[in-house]
């Protein structure tokens, strides 16, 4: 409000938030980037190192490794951002109902969520995307699936911690609505930690989904993916270690773009560091 | 006396327990009390002694284990409805930790205008008249209608919280330790707001502190509880001048300097 801002502390998630816009931008404007289509085949250039005319060099059928790997950046921001935003508003739903209502409906739920969490993220990702068949808008929907319980459990204890403030007791007092209750007093109340965690929720979501197409379960070549970008160069490291560096490389910078947003976010909302 | 506004009927609320859970704890057992309308009832009584949790459920926001309260001659466990928004309307509390008795995303307006909106009293300017000439009422400017909780003194969040408990001209405020957060010297403010108000609007009072010289100076009547009981219940003179129970008495001897709580009785008058 009118202070100076402290720079240097903020540093870190400066660097981030630059490369999270420079991602997004990549995302949006992929075909205005890109040097080559995603699919355009160069049958001259297979295998090819980095060359002026592909910076980044070609896979084994000869396309471009940039152009395939900014077009990959689109699939990797769609998942993420579905699968956060599912697991953020089915979790808060869930968290909040179980906390505000309490009771068996409290129970329920909440064994429901302890159930989802008891399996290893990776493996109850597979299961659904065996159960579900394999496309990208199912490796949205398992993704987003594991995020549930995570986001519920935080929704409910944000919850039970507003619920013992008074002015939860005071809009009760005055008979206000529990739909109304929840919307005014509890959810502004919460949603700082909530959305903390959607940004840490979001840089795993690209790491998982990089996962599940790695593993060929999430976008199906010839559909560009960094997951899949990376086995299909598994084979050739030796000779074009490129194809598999490139995506390596991009998943990387992404996800620490995302993560040291999430820590700027966290100290932001955190009064503890409030200088 | 022959027609108390409310009736506190046996009252019992025990917190736990069950099946197979043992017998719980016992918070209030078996209080009987009765408030003539426009009258002050002081609750005294040390940490855990059941007071506050006697207040919750007078304001309805806690279900007793067995016995009843009526207010107005209604039992305010049997309302429904049309009923239910009534009596929110005519029941209100003022809360003991001015820290938390406001949400503190919302302007003070945004919070005075709740329990307008909630009933559906008023439209949009007469509701913003309504609470300038409250915050007036209650000592403040109209300035403070646009600040946020965390930007006022707890003296003045107590005012807001008055005001608010009054916005919908309600017959009965129940007020928890409404004055315990405060400096000894805003206290005496609050207080004498609080009778100023009282004493206006008619309003029928329980006032629940652990403050001897407060319960005194705003008191019509005063019933001692110590753990969940009812231990003395009478007029506040009676009961500071010649209590009868060897408890009141040990929590009369127990204020630091009567002689000085007295004097200060005197000098708010």
Redesign the interface.
């Given at each position: 409000m009118g202070r100076e801002i402290n720079w240097p502390r903020w540093r870190l998630a400066l660097i981030g938030g630059v490369i999270v816009l420079t991602v997004l931008l990549v995302a949006i404007f992929a075909p205005q980037v890109a040097p080559y289509g995603p699919l355009d085949l160069d049958v001259a250039q297979m295998l090819s190192p980095p060359t002026a005319a592909h910076p980044l060099g070609t896979d084994e059928l000869g396309r471009d490794v940039l152009s395939r790997a900014i077009f990959a950046t689109r699939v990797s921001m769609q998942v993420a951002f579905t699968a956060a935003l599912l697991g953020l508003v089915v979790g808060t739903v869930i968290g909040v109902l179980a906390a505000y209502f309490g009771g068996w409906l409290d129970l329920v739920l909440m064994r429901f969520m302890e159930v989802l969490f008891s399996f290893p993220a990776i493996l109850l990702a597979v299961v659904l995307m065996a159960a579900l068949g394999t496309s990208v808008f199912n490796a949205m929907l398992a993704i987003g699936i594991i995020f549930i319980p995570g986001f519920s459990r935080l929704a409910r204890a944000a919850t039970q911690a507003v619920m013992r403030q008074q002015y939860v007791e005071a809009a009760q007092a005055i008979g206000m609505g529990h739909t109304r209750i929840i919307a005014r007093e509890v959810l502004p109340n919460i949603i700082a930690p909530l959305l903390v965690e959607a940004a840490a929720a979001f840089s795993y979501a690209i790491l998982l989904e990089s996962m599940l197409s790695f593993l060929g379960l999430g976008a199906q070549p010839p559909d560009p993916s960094w997951g899949n970008m990376i086995s299909t160069g598994r084979g050739f490291m030796a000779q074009a270690p490129w194809i598999s560096v490139v995506p390596g490389c991009a998943i990387f910078l992404t996800v620490l773009g995302f993560n040291l947003v999430g820590d700027g976010l966290r100290d932001a909302f955190d009064p503890h560091l409030r200088d | 006396m022959s027609n108390p506004f409310i009736e506190i009927r046996n009252v019992s609320k025990t917190f736990g327990g069950g099946m197979f859970r043992g017998p719980g704890v016992a918070a209030v057992e078996g209080v009987s009390l009765a408030v003539p309308r426009g009258q002050t009832l002081g609750i005294v009584g040390e940490s855990g002694s059941g007071k506050s949790t006697l207040l919750?459920i007078v304001?309805g926001?806690t279900r007793p284990s067995a016995g009843q309260v009526l207010i107005g001659g209604q039992d305010i466990a049997s309302l429904r409805g049309t009923a239910?928004?009534d009596f929110?309307?005519r029941?209100?509390?003022v809360?003991?930790?001015p820290a938390?008795?406001?949400?503190?995303?919302?302007t003070i307006r945004a919070?005075l205008r709740?329990?307008l909106e909630?009933?559906g009293i008023g439209t949009g300017r007469e509701r913003d008249a309504r609470i300038d000439a409250l915050l007036g009422h209650v000592g403040l400017g109209p300035e403070f209608a646009e600040r946020l909780p965390h930007q006022l003194s707890g003296g003045q969040k107590q005012r807001v919280a008055i005001a608010?408990a009054i916005i919908?001209d309600p017959q009965v405020v129940l007020a928890d330790e409404p004055t315990s957060a405060l400096d000894v010297s805003v206290q005496a403010q609050v207080l004498r707001l609080f009778a100023r108000i009282q004493a206006e609007l008619g309003l029928t009072t329980l006032f629940v502190s652990h403050n001897l010289a407060v319960i005194r100076q705003v008191s019509h009547q005063v019933a001692v509880m110590q753990h969940g009981r009812l231990v003395e219940f009478g007029p506040a003179e009676q009961v500071f001048r010649a209590p009868r129970e060897d408890y009141t008495r040990r929590l009369i001897a127990a204020v630091p300097d009567p002689r000085h709580a007295f004097a200060r009785k005197e000098a708010l008058a």
């Open positions: - | 919750r304001l926001l239910l928004r929110r309307r029941v209100q509390p809360f003991q930790n938390s008795s406001f949400n503190p995303r919302q919070i709740a329990p909630v009933h608010r919908l």
